[in-house]
């Protein structure tokens, strides 16, 4: 069973910078496109960003121009920078991996949270 973990979250001032990393515990075949969700209590998971085998990626309009999503195919890891973090950027912070056959995998979480 394959695991995404998860890490660089925290506690960070509002204007400041996070990156999160999430990592696979064993080689994921077929990967189709990688991402970062995000969830606050009561709310639906929303989507933060996307990357695809291909490259192309995918933002929400909130955090366009202040989060760049990358990925590293060979370790099977995929990166959030955050900049201009503001305290509605405040959640849990998921990690996603869709592959062929319909797998589907996600990380436990982090909790990013931004003071004001």
């Known amino acids: 069973q394959v695991q995404l973990v998860e890490s660089g979250g925290g506690l960070v001032q509002a204007g400041g910078t996070l990156r999160l990393s999430c990592a696979a515990s064993?080689?994921?075949?077929?990967?189709?496109?990688m991402g970062w969700y995000r969830q606050t209590p009561g709310k639906q998971r929303e989507l933060v960003a996307t990357i695809t085998s291909g490259g192309s990626t995918n933002y929400a309009d909130s955090v366009k121009g202040r989060f760049t999503i990358s990925r590293d195919s060979a370790k099977n890891m995929v990166y959030l920078q955050m900049n201009s973090l503001n305290a509605e950027d405040t959640a849990v912070y998921y990690c996603?991996?869709?592959?062929?056959?319909?797998?589907?995998?996600w990380g436990q979480g982090t909790q990013v949270t931004v003071s004001s």
């Open positions: 996603t991996v869709q592959a062929g056959g319909l797998r589907n995998y």
């Open positions: 064993r080689t994921i075949f077929n990967i189709n496109r």
